[in-house]
């Protein structure tokens, strides 16, 4: 239950291209779901991050659209650049009631985006 | 504004030494949070620290252990090092929820 399964493990694409990246949690008490990109030899940097009472948050060229009742969310990358190319990592976090703010990491995307 | 900064960038140990891993958080945040991050994978939690306390432990041993001081940096401890906790130690620090992560520190473990 304190899972959250990330797919695909990999993923190619053209410049331009608009990658998908999927995640699935079971706790029904995350209230919390923020997308991390991250390259090589460097900490994980926060892109978006969005609440389960919304359905879909842009920023830029990064989309998150999540879907409460199939427990799902996924991000879009936008007119995708060779420079997004890195490993990005869904989360969840624990809510009210839990005293905390961890967070539990999928297993990651390696996207590469070539020209 | 400087970010979340770690120290030391790398450090190698033997099998059974001790290490301590250095984090000081963002301007203004006050929990710091703990990951293991191996090879290929997400972050694993390891623990997290308010006020000087520990709040909560992920899935760790005993020989994981922290402090958090009253200017809110904070150390990672590790004693009698395994080969298998060779990995990226991440900080990350927050004020009301989201959580910035720092560079990390890569300890290598022979």
């Known amino acids: 239950q304190q899972q959250v399964k990330q797919s695909p493990q990999s993923l190619i694409v053209q410049k331009g291209g608009i990658p998908i990246i999927n995640c699935a949690y079971e706790?029904?008490?995350?209230?919390?779901f923020p997308w991390y990109q991250q390259f090589p030899g460097k900490g994980p940097a926060l892109l978006i991050a969005?609440?389960?009472?919304?359905s879909e948050k842009k920023e830029g060229r990064f989309t998150i659209s999540f879907n409460k009742s199939a427990k799902q969310f996924s991000l879009h990358i936008m007119d995708s650049q060779p420079g997004d190319s890195a490993t990005y990592f869904c989360a969840a976090r624990a809510g009210r009631g839990y005293n905390t703010d961890k967070l539990i990491f999928g297993t990651g995307t390696r996207l590469q985006v070539f020209p | 504004d400087a970010g979340v900064t770690q120290s030391p960038t790398h450090l190698i140990k033997t099998r059974g030494q001790q290490v301590t891993l250095r984090c000081s958080p963002k301007?203004?945040?006050?929990?710091v949070s703990w990951y293991q991050q191996a090879l290929g994978q997400g972050p694993q939690f390891i623990f997290q620290?308010?006020?000087?306390?520990?709040?909560q432990r992920g899935n760790f041993p005993d020989r994981f252990s922290g402090h958090q001081f009253p200017n809110y940096s904070s150390e990672l401890n590790v004693n009698a090092l395994l080969l298998g906790d060779s990995a990226l130690y991440l900080c990350?620090?927050?004020?009301?929820?989201?959580?910035?992560f720092g560079p990390g520190t890569r300890l290598l473990v022979l």
């Open positions: 301007s203004g945040h006050d929990t």
């Open positions: 969005i609440r389960p009472d919304v």
């Open positions: 990350a620090s927050s004020f009301q929820k989201t959580q910035y």
């Open positions: 706790n029904t008490a995350f209230d919390y």
């Open positions: 620290y308010y006020e000087e306390e520990e709040r």
